[in-house]
């Protein structure tokens, strides 16, 4: 069971009581065999087992990935800030 903490972004740290949480911009690139998609926004989140949550939960539902091809192989790529990937999650239908 994911521990989801009570500050989920940079405002809400700010305002938390807690001094230990501190939250980082993640970015999630979509990879596939001859195309990367790249995230130029990004996600603030406390950690990336939160974003990782996040996106597993997202690849769950029915249509959220209907635009994938079944036939290729597909991965979301998460970077940190300093643009080290930090977890690569494949995408499956």
Same mark, same amino acid.
């Given at each position: 069971m994911l521990a989801v903490h009570a500050c989920a972004?940079?405002?809400q740290a700010f305002m938390s009581p807690m001094d230990h949480c501190t939250v980082s911009r993640f970015f999630l690139d979509l990879e596939g065999k001859d195309t990367t998609i790249s995230d130029e #926004?990004? &996600?603030e989140a406390q950690?990336?087992?939160y974003v990782v949550a996040?996106?597993?939960a997202?690849?769950?539902e029915k #249509?959220? &990935?209907s635009f994938i091809d079944p036939r290729e192989c597909w991965n979301i790529a998460i970077r940190n800030e300093s643009g080290i990937i930090v977890k690569r999650i494949p995408i499956i239908k």
């Open positions: 972004t940079r405002d #926004d990004g &996600v950690d990336v087992d996040e996106i597993q997202v690849i769950g #249509d959220s &990935v």
